[in-house]
Structure formats: structure tokens, C-alpha cells
């Protein structure tokens, strides 16, 4: 077993975060984002990106071309670039009148989707004559403030979460700079705002993540309603949809393991795997936790600490790595198609790198009460 590896970022919580290498970028839930180089033993702040005027609500690291992308509630987004060694920031046209809530830059890199609270999706692209990222925006049928989003291998598939409890596939097709792709279980005609599906979990909840499957052929969404649904499109039907209860509280984030293993994080506190057997289920915590060790040894020393110090030896550290709400997991150490370490960041200012050990999990449904 091994012990994952927690480093005290901040006292405030981190929102967000994102790995390239030794490099490490960080919101610690204001206007600015740090970013980190690993040292010998520990991270060392390396720059500070300023420019937005509100909160950074997203970031993401490109991680062939080196460039950051942030968006804030200020209805802006920045693309940073190191130049001789410093990061400086590149305008984005994103033309939107509500704060934006989510970014992620495409698997090719060539254009990045911004997701915001104006009912729409902004997919940006570069546009060479006026230096510049321009923006398309993808409208309908959204009829609320979108929260996550993910690409689709093929780069030009996007799943879209949003607060009107449904998730979405759209096509982000741009007619001169992407290339036709192949055939999909999703369709094959695409051009820019094709809805390629929607799906809802059922019960109800905003949808906080989603997730496409590391061959695209199958979706993951997770509720406010604690559900995980997983989505099997059929090309000539309706597409198969399996809901994972969570006894516990709602998922904020899902990152696929592999086409059988799925790691989400939320409001437990700790990454849960949810795995395919016989059917999907959530099926234990990857947290192995701390023991506690009590400093009174006996009744007697307890009595004479409280006499001593004037109040009980108590301890309200949870048993969990992470000590309250899990924000996001990243992939820190694989391929999309097989994750060997995943990273979090949390409501504790932790920033946290797991080994991926889905052995050593506990299984939930083969305990009885």
C-alpha cells in the first residue's frame, strides 16, 4: 500500500488545479492562480498570474503546448504562454454577460470550451489574422447555467453539464480548422451545435461532472441527487442508460480510469471507485484513512488532562486524507486509457496525489449491517 502524497497548499480552499510535468497551477479560490515548480522536497512558488478582477472558477494546463487557460466570474478568460520565462496572458473574445464556471482545453489543444452562467458553451479557437482567440457559441437547447464539461477523444465531441439537471452531447465542429472526424456511436453527421444526446439522471439535481469513457463510447454524469448514470448510446436506438446510487453525498467530479473503473470525488470527503462487475456499483472508498492515536492511555490520564488544561482531549479531524469537500480529480500519472496516479484538491487548501489501487479497496456491497 501506498501512502498518498498530501502537500498543505493553502489555508484557504482550492477550487481548482492542474498538473504538466513539474509544474503544478493552483486557484486558492481568488483572483489570482499561482503556479508551483516541485523542488527537492517540496513545491515552490514559481509566478503568479494576475489579470482577472473576480474569482478564478477554472483552470487547465495543455500539457504539449504549455499553455494555461483560466476563467473567472469576471465573464473573462486568459490564455497564458511563457515567454522567455515570463507567463503573459492572451485575449479571449468569449462574448458572454455571466460569469464563466468551467474550462478545459481539447485533447488535440487547437481550441479550448468555456462553459458560463449566459446559457451557452463558448468554443474558442485561434484566430491567426488577429491575434486573438475567437469564440462560437453553442446555445441551444440549454436552458440554464452549465457547470462541467468534458471532450470527446475525437476532439470535437463535447458532453456539457449544467443546472437544468441534464447533461448533453454536442457537436463543436469548426468548418477550417477541425478535420471530419470518423463515425461514432454518437453519429456521424456533425456540424457545430448537433445535439448528439441529452440525458437526465431520473431524480433530479444539477448535474455537477461529466465524463467521456477513455474510448468516447460511453458517458458519465454525476447528480446533486448523490447518482452516478452512465450512458451507452445505441446507433439505431435509444441509448442505455445505468444509474449508480451513492449512499453517501453528491459527486462534484469523475475521472474514468479505464473503460471498467471510474474514480469521483465530492462531498465524502474521499475518492470513491465505482466499478463495472456484473453491473456498475460504487463499490468503496480509495482512501485507506489515518488511524487516530489517543494520547490518554487510560480513564485516569483523561481525567487529569481535562484537570490540567481545563478542557476534554478531543480530536474533530476526520478519518479521511482530505478533511472536507473534494473539488476535483485530475489525471496526474497514466494514459487516458489507464490511470496509474490521479490528483485532488479540496475545501482544505490540500492538494493530494493518489496511487491508483483498486485492490486494496474495501467492498461496500459485501458488507452487511
Not at 57 to 85: K, L, M
Not at 130 to 144: C, G, L, Q, V
Not at 289 to 297: P, T
Not at 341 to 360: A, M, N
Amino acid at each position: 500500500m501506498t501512502s498518498p502524497i498530501c502537500y498543505e497548499i493553502s489555508n484557504t480552499p482550492i477550487t481548482a488545479h492542474s498538473f504538466n510535468k513539474e509544474k503544478l497551477v493552483v486557484c486558492q479560490n481568488s483572483t489570482e492562480a499561482l503556479i508551483y515548480e516541485h523542488g527537492q522536497s517540496n513545491w515552490k512558488q514559481e509566478a503568479v498570474l494576475t489579470g482577472h478582477d473576480k474569482v478564478i472558477t477554472s483552470i487547465d494546463f495543455a500539457p504539449n503546448t504549455n499553455r494555461i487557460v483560466t476563467c473567472s466570474q469576471d465573464r473573462n478568460a486568459y490564455v497564458w504562454t511563457n515567454e522567455q520565462g515570463t507567463w503573459k496572458p492572451g485575449l479571449v473574445l468569449l462574448r458572454i454577460n455571466r460569469a464563466a464556471t468551467y474550462v478545459r482545453w481539447s485533447p488535440n489543444e487547437e481550441k479550448f470550451a468555456v462553459a458560463n452562467g449566459a446559457r451557452c458553451i463558448a468554443v474558442c479557437y485561434f484566430d491567426q489574422d488577429n491575434d486573438w482567440w475567437a469564440s462560437k457559441h453553442i446555445k441551444k437547447p440549454i436552458r440554464s447555467t452549465v457547470l462541467s464539461l468534458d471532450w470527446h477523444p475525437n476532439s470535437v465531441l463535447l458532453a456539457a453539464g449544467s443546472a437544468d439537471m441534464k447533461a448533453r452531447v454536442f457537436s463543436s465542429f469548426i468548418k477550417g480548422l477541425d478535420k471530419k472526424p470518423s463515425p461514432t456511436v454518437w453519429g456521424d453527421k456533425l456540424p457545430f451545435n448537433t445535439v448528439c444526446g441529452e440525458f437526465s439522471s431520473g431524480k433530479g439535481g444539477w448535474i455537477h461532472a461529466v465524463a467521456f469513457s477513455p474510448s468516447g463510447e460511453c458517458l458519465a454524469f454525476a447528480g446533486h441527487d448523490a447518482t452516478m448514470t452512465l450512458v451507452y448510446p445505441q446507433q439505431d436506438g435509444p441509448a442505455t442508460l445505468v444509474h449508480v446510487a451513492n449512499h453517501g453525498l453528491p459527486f462534484r467530479s469523475l475521472l474514468w480510469a479505464n473503460e471498467g473503473q471510474v474514480v469521483a470525488v465530492g462531498h465524502d470527503c474521499c475518492p470513491m471507485l465505482v466499478e463495472k462487475r456484473e453491473t456498475w456499483a460504487v463499490v468503496g472508498s480509495l482512501d485507506t484513512g489515518r488511524k487516530k492515536i489517543s494520547q490518554a492511555a487510560s480513564v485516569l490520564s483523561r481525567f487529569k488532562s481535562m484537570d490540567s488544561r481545563g478542557q476534554a482531549d478531543t480530536d474533530d479531524d476526520l478519518m479521511t486524507t482530505h478533511q472536507n469537500t473534494i473539488n476535483e480529480v485530475r489525471l496526474y500519472a497514466g494514459t487516458r486509457e489507464n490511470v496509474t496516479q490521479f490528483s485532488t484538491c479540496g475545501v482544505d487548501g490540500r492538494v493530494v496525489i493518489w496511487e491508483f489501487e483498486p485492490q486494496l479497496v474495501t467492498d461496500m456491497a459485501a458488507l452487511k449491517i
